[in-house]
C-alpha cells in the first residue's frame, strides 16, 4: 500500500467520526447559575414563605391612611396607645386587647381576606377617644380586610381595610412556639407589694410575693399554701402596679438548657383573673 493511500484512508476515517460525533447526544454543560440567585432576581418565581399566623402574637406597628402615609382619626389614633394593640390568633378564634375593650371572634381566611364572626367586646368604660378607636378596629376586622403576610425578620402582617386604610403588624413568636410546648395552666396570687428578698447575682433586689391558688369543679379557690413566697423572677406579659393584689392566671414552660444561675421555668401572663387595690396600712 502507497503512503498517499494510507493518507488518504486516514482522512476518510477522521472525517466519519467527527459526523458520527456530530450526530451522537452531547452532554448538557453544568450550569453557572444558582438557583437561589435566580429567586432573588426574580421574587416572583420564588416560593412564597409558609407563615403560620397562630405560631405568633401580633403587635401594630403602624396605621396608615388611604394614602399609604401614617394617618389621622380613630383608625390611626391605634397606632399611638400607650399599651400597644396587639392581635391573637388561635383554635380559629381572634381576639385583641383594644385600644379599651378586649375583643374576640371566630374567623377564618379566604382568597387574602379575613373574615371575622360579629366581635364579643368588653364593657369597660373609657374616653371617648379611645372608644372611637375600639369603635374603628371593629369595624375594620368586621368589614373583610385584605389579609397578607410577608415572610421577613420578624414576620410582616397588614390588614387593608377597602379605602387603602390598613393596619401593620409584627409578630412575636407565641410562648407556646419560643418554649417548644404548650405549657402547664395554673393560678397565681400576686400580693400587693414586692418585698425584698436575696439574690446572689443582684444586689437590693425586690421580688414579687406570690402563692399558688387552683380551682375546683365549682369554681371554688382554695390556695395551696397561705404563706408568701418571693418569686425571683418576672411573669411575661405581667406588669405589676404597687398596690394592687392579683389573682393571675399563667403557663408554665419548662426551659431547655437555662443558662447558669437563670430559672429552669417561665410564667407566662394568660389573664387577670381577679384584681383588688390593698389600702395601705401606713
Request: proline share 8%; charged share 20%.
Amino acid at each position: 500500500m502507497s503512503l498517499s493511500t494510507s493518507l488518504v484512508r486516514l482522512s476518510l476515517a477522521a472525517s466519519v467520526a467527527v459526523v458520527l460525533g456530530a450526530c451522537s447526544p452531547q452532554p448538557e454543560a453544568p450550569s453557572t447559575t444558582d438557583p437561589a440567585t435566580e429567586a432573588a432576581a426574580d421574587p416572583a418565581a420564588a416560593p412564597a414563605p409558609e407563615i403560620d399566623v397562630t405560631a405568633y402574637d401580633w403587635r401594630l406597628t403602624r396605621a396608615t391612611g388611604a394614602d399609604g402615609q401614617v394617618g389621622s382619626g380613630p383608625l390611626a389614633a391605634l397606632g399611638t396607645l400607650e399599651r400597644p394593640l396587639e392581635l391573637h390568633f388561635a383554635e380559629g378564634r381572634l381576639s385583641s386587647n383594644g385600644a379599651c375593650n378586649g375583643m374576640g371572634g371566630g374567623y377564618r381566611i379566604e382568597d387574602g381576606t379575613l373574615r371575622v364572626d360579629t366581635l364579643v367586646q368588653t364593657q369597660r368604660a373609657c374616653r371617648g377617644d379611645l372608644m372611637e378607636a375600639d369603635a374603628a378596629l371593629s369595624a375594620l376586622l368586621e368589614g373583610g380586610p385584605g389579609f397578607a403576610l410577608a415572610g421577613l425578620t420578624p414576620p410582616v402582617l397588614t390588614l387593608t381595610a377597602d379605602d387603602g386604610r390598613a393596619l401593620v403588624f409584627e409578630g412575636a413568636p407565641t410562648p407556646e412556639a419560643f418554649y417548644g410546648s404548650e405549657g402547664t395552666r395554673m393560678f397565681m396570687e400576686v400580693a400587693a407589694e414586692r418585698e425584698p428578698c436575696s439574690h446572689p447575682l443582684i444586689p437590693d433586689m425586690r421580688c414579687l410575693m406570690v402563692r399558688e391558688v387552683r380551682y375546683d369543679d365549682a369554681g371554688v379557690q382554695t390556695r395551696v399554701s397561705e404563706d408568701w413566697e418571693p418569686l425571683y423572677q418576672e411573669i411575661g406579659g405581667y406588669t405589676h402596679e404597687p398596690g394592687v393584689r392579683n389573682v393571675l392566671r399563667l403557663k408554665r414552660f419548662d426551659v431547655a438548657d437555662p443558662p447558669a444561675d437563670a430559672p429552669s421555668v417561665a410564667y407566662v401572663l394568660d389573664m387577670v383573673v381577679e384584681s383588688e387595690t390593698v389600702p395601705d396600712n401606713d
